[in-house]
């Protein structure tokens, strides 16, 4: 069995679990016990940490004392989060942390998104990606840029989706644009994409100006991750070279939704941006 890569479905799944306990006021001594497992395993059941197939979904529900639609709907969510997304099938080319990034975005609603210093995936055309991924400290075969060129491509499909696109609200600092990714070229042919889907209803593309001065991000670029259900939270998301941080408390999340709605104060309204996009390809030499 592979390693356990988290998704909404079983965060959710875990979640209601976790909380079908508690409701039935049963202590992890008073499940584990009976059901004939170890504490550890209860642990990664409970902070999703393993895969809990429907068997043992079915036996905990009969424990807690949950009956009629609410068995059914857990017992459907349970199968449905063994399932595999698409993206398992690029899982030699991915990060497990990554994989579980892509899980969380296929089920978002809604993505914001502040970057300092490069277009963001779900922005780039693909030779911009291109260039991105072949000036990696450490570079892949050309087979292994291939394919994550064709993971990005995959996910940017539901921004262009004709039916319940993926709605964004990316704010990126003018460094973005002006930054030569690839050369003259390729960023002109980067910055026409950027206008082209500023003009779609389901984006909103913000730039941060340098005359903007100081702001409420400077340490670094982040990504909010919006679900459509109640019971699936915002999530704030930081990636680095090595790894990535996913901040789930609602307090924290909000410090991070805040700082957005700073970064959105301090940039250019649309049509400002779209005006500065113009004039940074024109100025691409």
């Known amino acids: 069995m592979g390693k356990h890569i988290p998704t909404v479905r079983t965060r959710r799944l875990t979640g209601e679990l976790r909380r079908h306990r508690e409701k039935a006021g049963l202590t992890w001594e008073e499940v584990y016990e009976p059901m004939g497992w170890s504490e550890s395993k209860m642990y990664r059941i409970e902070n999703d ?39 398992h099938e690029y899982g030699q080319d991915l990060p ?18 502040y970057q300092m210093s490069l277009v963001p995936g779900l922005l780039q055309t693909e030779a911009y990606m291109r260039a991105i991924l072949s000036t990696a400290p450490l570079t892949d075969s050309d087979d292994g840029i291939e394919r994550k060129v064709e993971v990005r491509l995959a996910r940017q499909a539901r921004v262009t989706a004709d039916d319940a696109p993926l709605g964004l609200w990316m704010i990126l600092d003018e460094a973005v644009i ?30 941060l100006p340098f005359r903007a001065g100081e702001h409420a991000s400077m340490l670094g670029a982040f990504t909010l991750l919006e679900f459509p259900g109640a019971d699936d939270p915002d999530v704030a998301y930081q990636e680095s070279q090595t790894g990535s941080l996913y901040v789930e408390k609602p307090d924290q999340v909000g410090r991070y939704s805040l700082m957005f709605d700073h970064l959105r104060e301090k940039a250019l309204s649309g049509a400002e941006s779209l005006t500065l996009l113009k004039q940074a390809g024109k100025d691409l030499k």
């Open 49 to 87: 940490k393993s895969r809990v197939i429907p068997r043992d979904v079915k036996r905990l529900l009969n424990l807690y004392g949950v009956t009629g639609e609410e068995f059914d709907a857990l017992m459907e969510l349970a199968k449905k989060a063994t399932e595999k997304g698409w993206w």
């Open 96 to 113: 497990s942390w990554f994989s579980f990034y892509i899980g969380l975005e296929d089920a978002a609603s809604g993505i914001r998104e």
């Open 178 to 207: 002006r930054r030569q990714v690839g050369g003259p070229d390729i960023m002109r042919e980067q910055i026409q994409h950027l206008i082209n889907l500023a003009g779609r209803r389901n984006v909103t593309l913000q730039i």
